[in-house]
């Protein structure tokens, strides 16, 4: 029970720090408590996606007639089905790092663990305890679904992220609380599959963070598939009457009330750091989370921190990249920091959404001089073939240096897209190299070829 790193915790984070700590010849114990992959592999980002393919195979053939496919009869879905097949996804991943774990001879060990020194870990499983020692530690607990004031959830009627995922009976309405990534993704296959949705948003736009002109446009799609936007809406409290659930709330009519039968709150995470021993040890936090170095050292030495109970934004791929740099710079690699102004992000609702660097009012509001290049996807060969034009590329350039500062994408296939911004801008790249690197014909990806020559005056389809 001697390791040179003990993780804390299987996913993301967890899991990709063991590996590549056994990689560098590390001997490696993983402590967790439930399915290997932590929430985003079981209860988070895979089966979201299998649910999501799901919608989108349904809409596929509830419009064949647009694409000359004729079905005889209705089709109709089997939600018990489409849960059971998102669920055998999750499971069939969370078998995969059980597999890796082997291959790197990685030790997993089952239980709640907690940190009673620098040094140990103490694993509670049955109420039997283990206590393992190593030179470093590896805390990677990841976050759970966060609850507000007045709307607790009882896992029954007011659910969060996980229980959405594993409902035994389709709804037949549903409010949705919060329109980042995990709400509005949800709102989207639940009104695919035939629920009444209404997504509620605090702020004066569906997902927030990212450019206001793809909220806008992601609002317009989403009221075309029949999902009630209510912007600019506070929920004051869910109160249970006769098997419905009354959402109160106060927009800028005043008061009011709505019904649903279940109420999905998404209002965000709250990272997992109960009872892990932090008090003990002393162990710094700022802000509620546990404040870490640029290589994701703590104030206690031989302990560290990653994922979303750390600063930055809690993102899969981003506790992956933390647990890299972290386990390299322990292994004397001397890695570069996370750039965190160049993290992609996305949203796998359709149309789907994707965007790295700063925001147009962003740049405003640092006073940037900066130019806009935008392509629509209605002028895209390769959507009027796929059959929807909705969306556009948007990119945002250094008037001076020409570099990019962000780009938004929001139609078909755009989270597939995003990666090349990723590039460019870690490559300082500009406008001009985009305009000069020849893409695809046909092809969706041409439309970031189009926006860059937009922001020089030199497009040629639009």
């Given amino acids: 029970m001697n390791f040179d790193l003990i993780v804390l915790g299987s996913g993301p984070g967890g899991y990709v720090a063991a590996i590549r700590a056994a990689q560098t010849g590390m ?20 089966p979201t996606k299998a649910l999501l ?29 489409v849960i059971a097949r998102s669920r055998e996804v999750a499971g069939n991943m969370s078998k995969g790092i059980e597999f890796l774990f082997k291959k790197n001879k990685i030790t997993v060990v089952r239980g709640f663990g907690k940190l009673i020194a620098k040094d140990k870990i103490s694993v509670t499983l049955d109420n039997e305890e283990t206590v393992l020692n190593a030179k470093h530690i590896i805390i990677a607990t990841g976050a759970s679904s966060k609850e507000l004031p007045g709307i607790k959830q009882d896992g029954k009627k007011i659910i969060g992220y996980r229980e959405a995922l594993s409902l035994d009976k389709l709804p037949e309405s549903m409010a949705v609380i919060g329109s980042g990534a995990i709400g509005t993704e949800l709102a989207f296959f639940y009104a695919s599959m035939g629920t009444d949705v209404s997504l509620i948003e605090y702020l004066p736009n569906i997902v927030p963070l990212e450019d206001e002109e793809v909220s806008k446009q ?14 600019g809406t506070a929920v004051k409290n869910v109160e249970i009457s006769q098997d419905k659930c009354i959402v109160n709330y106060t927009d800028k009519k005043g008061d009011n009330t709505l019904e649903a039968e279940i109420v999905l709150s998404a209002v965000g995470v709250v990272p997992n750091l109960q009872n ?23 104030n206690i030495d031989g302990v560290y921190a990653i994922g979303d109970i750390v600063h930055g934004p809690a993102l899969a791929h981003v506790a992956s990249a933390e647990a890299i740099t972290c386990v390299e710079k322990i292994a004397g690699l001397n890695p570069p920091v996370v750039d965190y102004a160049n993290i992609p992000s996305c ?22 001089e900066f130019v806009i290049g935008k392509f629509p996807f209605i002028a895209s060969g390769k959507a009027a073939a796929a059959g929807n034009k909705d969306g556009f590329v948007k990119l945002i350039f250094d008037k001076k240096s020409d570099e990019l500062l962000g780009a938004h994408f929001i139609g078909d296939n755009v989270t597939e ?16 190299d985009l305009i000069k690197s020849i893409h695809p014909h046909p092809s969706l990806s041409e439309a970031i070829m189009e926006a860059a020559a937009a922001a020089h005056n030199e497009v040629i389809h639009l």
């Avoid at 001997?27 to 895979?46: D, M, R, Y």
């Avoid at 694409?67 to 089997?78: E, H, K, M, R, W």
């Avoid at 609002?219 to 912007?231: E, P, Q, V």
Wanted: glycine share 8%.
């Fill in 276 to 298: 892990i021993g932090l008090e003990e040890l002393n162990i710094e936090l700022e802000k509620g989370k546990i404040k870490v170095d640029d290589f994701y050292r703590t």
């Fill in 53 to 81: 393919k799901s919608a989108q195979v349904y809409n596929y053939i509830k419009h064949s007639d647009d694409y000359g496919i004729n079905i005889d009869g209705s089709a109709s879905p089997n939600f018990e089905k």
């Fill in 347 to 368: 949203v796998y609702s359709v149309p789907e959404i994707a965007s790295v660097g700063i925001t147009e009012q962003v740049a405003i509001d640092k006073g940037i």
């Fill in 27 to 46: 001997n490696v114990a993983v402590v967790e408590k439930s399915e290997l992959g932590g929430i985003c592999l079981n209860w988070g980002c895979i």
């Fill in 417 to 432: 897209m995003i990666s090349e911004m990723v590039v460019l801008k870690k490559l300082n790249g500009k406008a001009k």
């Fill in 218 to 231: 992601l609002a317009r799609s989403l009221k075309k598939a029949g999902i009630k936007i209510m912007t």
